[in-house]
């Protein structure tokens, strides 16, 4: 009982705080202070103030309204990269755990090709093939992503395929498209969610680790891994320019993965018995 | 009188391992012949794993045979397609062991029950909903039931759910697999009546799949005894479970404690 209350926290938690984000990305435009690209040149590195609350940064603009239009950029990338990953992934893992034979063998195989190459060395290529920014490395993200997604995909459906009701569904004259769209991909959808969000956060670092290598995000774009990269130089003398983007991060990371866990506890059928 | 079903010199097996230009196979179904005539039932009786299931899920079309072939109504069921297959469909129905898995968790029991009327078309759709009750009612539940989930219902609605499902297009044949041995005894004995009441009403014949001794002998016309894929004995059941002419037969009985007492024709159903 108490763990099904915390459970919900979790996942009440995750959503105020993504909710919270999503409205401060939206509205970025209208909340900020200041032009995230305007440049003062009077106040670079000016400390935290009452007129700069988070600060200036090495080219004296507002970090606040940095760290607000890079959650804008952040969030899209990260959001969008996974919704794209779990759109093919869904399709694909459905056919091969459901049909099985040469057609599990034939998109097995190639996920396996795209699981092979490292996550960050794959997004390093595709980028180095494509040009780097935002749209390439929403690409680079949901590719990584969608080997993943898609065995995990398969691997319920396997589980689905394998019960009663499908059998039964198909002896009662369902074709195999409506025994997919009606009984087993809703079924076997759970476990996607899950993953789907847990692989937000991790999307969402990958993003800022790409725009921290100046492969994602290009400036002046504002973008919480560029942000990071401006502010390393500077870590001692103005640490305030790499902190705000840094905990920006942190909080975003974290509401995705509680989210992602509480989802996780929902769908564990041993979280559901006790 | 003509079969309806005949299954002739039915094999199944599997690859279980070894190099691909050695594999080694295990004979699921090993060369079985055997046939249910119009409105009886055969009871088909073996222990775990001896191939009863895989040869339900044959019959039904649900999985491929490696040999021989299944003749229903006089014409062979390998390579159905289009409107001949949905017909087959449509005459030979299953019922499966597990009333849990056998309706979707997120379907109301009474889509679950009309999803055969929408499938095969029969009615319009203004009148499904009216079969549905009807079915509700053929065996015997309350059709206010319909709206709620399987994790509502207890295993024997789930099974008369099951069962009002597979009745939903009128088959000629129903493979049971195992109907009742998840359930309560008490549970089991309703469920069995109902099957056979319903059979008697209908007409339909049944491959009665199940390793329980007492309720083959309380359900069935005929009996087979399958072990290890193959097929050791066939006969009436009155005949089988008098006089056993194969030693895993007597052995089955032997394991059956109301059998050895004497009472062939006492049921489990106290």
């Not at chain 1, 800022?208 to 401006?230: E, I």
């Not at chain 2, 999803?115 to 009612?137: H, K, M, P, S, Y």
């Not at chain 2, 219902?153 to 499902?165: D, K, M």
Request: aromatic share 6%.
């Amino acid at each position: 009982m108490s763990r099904l209350r915390s459970t919900n926290a979790m996942i009440l938690a995750g959503l105020a705080v993504l909710a919270l984000l999503g409205v401060i990305a939206v509205a970025a435009p209208w909340i900020a202070p200041y032009d995230p690209e305007a440049l003062d040149v009077m106040g670079v590195m000016g400390p935290p103030s009452l007129a700069h609350p988070f600060g200036l940064d090495v080219l004296g603009r507002d970090v606040l309204s940095r760290v607000l239009y890079s959650l804008r950029v952040s969030l899209l990338v990260s959001i969008s990269a996974v919704a794209v990953a779990t759109l093919l992934a869904v399709p694909l893992g459905l056919l091969a755990g459901y049909f099985g034979r040469w057609v599990d063998t034939a998109i097995s195989r190639a996920l396996d090709m795209m699981l092979v190459l490292p996550a960050m060395l794959m997004a390093i290529t595709l980028i180095a093939i494509l040009g780097p920014g935002s749209a390439v490395a929403t690409l680079a993200i949901a590719m990584i992503y969608l080997p993943i997604l898609a065995r995990v995909m398969r691997t319920s459906t396997l589980v689905v395929t394998g019960l009663d009701y499908v059998a039964g569904s198909r002896a009662r004259g369902a074709s195999h498209l409506r025994v997919l769209v009606s009984h087993v991909a809703p079924n076997a959808l759970g476990p996607v969610v899950v993953q789907a969000s847990v692989l937000s956060a991790f999307a969402l670092q990958l993003e800022a680790g790409l725009s921290f290598l100046g492969l994602g995000t290009q400036p002046p774009t504002p973008s919480l891994g560029g942000m990071l990269a401006d502010g390393r130089d500077v870590l001692i003398q103005a640490p305030w320019v790499e902190i705000f983007p840094g905990l920006a991060i942190v909080i975003a990371v974290l509401a995705f993965t509680l989210l992602g866990e509480g989802l996780r506890r929902v769908f564990d059928p041993r979280g559901v018995a006790e | 009188m003509a079969d309806l079903l005949r299954v002739e010199n039915l094999c199944k097996s599997y690859p279980a391992g070894g190099p691909p230009w050695d594999r080694r196979r295990v004979m699921a179904l090993d060369g079985i012949s055997l046939s249910v005539q119009r409105g009886k039932t055969l009871g088909l009786v073996g222990e775990s794993g001896s191939g009863k299931s895989t040869l339900g899920r044959c019959v039904l079309g649900l999985t491929e045979a490696s040999g021989g072939q299944v003749i229903f109504d006089g014409t062979p069921v390998q390579g159905l397609t289009g409107r001949a297959l949905s017909d087959f469909r449509r005459r030979v129905q299953p019922v499966f062991q597990d009333p849990f898995g056998s309706l979707d968790p997120r379907w109301p029991v009474g889509r679950s029950v009309r999803e055969a009327l929408d499938c095969f078309r029969i009615g319009t759709a203004a009148t499904r909903d009216g079969q549905v009750l009807d079915l509700f009612n053929r065996v015997g539940l309350d059709p206010a039931l319909a709206c709620r989930f399987p994790s509502a219902l207890s295993g024997g609605q789930r099974q008369r759910v099951a069962i009002a499902a597979a009745l939903a297009s009128e088959p000629e044949l129903i493979i049971a697999d195992e109907p009742v041995s998840a359930l309560d005894m008490s549970v089991q004995a309703q469920i069995l009546n109902l099957f056979m009441d319903l059979q008697a009403d209908l007409g339909v014949a049944s491959l009665f799949i199940t390793h329980d001794l007492g309720v083959v002998n309380h359900v069935s016309d005929d009996i087979a005894v399958l072990s290890r894929g193959k097929l050791v004995e066939l006969g009436q059941t009155d005949q089988v479970m008098r006089h056993p002419s194969h030693a895993y037969t007597r052995s089955l009985l032997a394991a059956n404690p109301t059998l050895v007492k004497g009472e062939p024709h006492a049921h489990r159903t106290d």
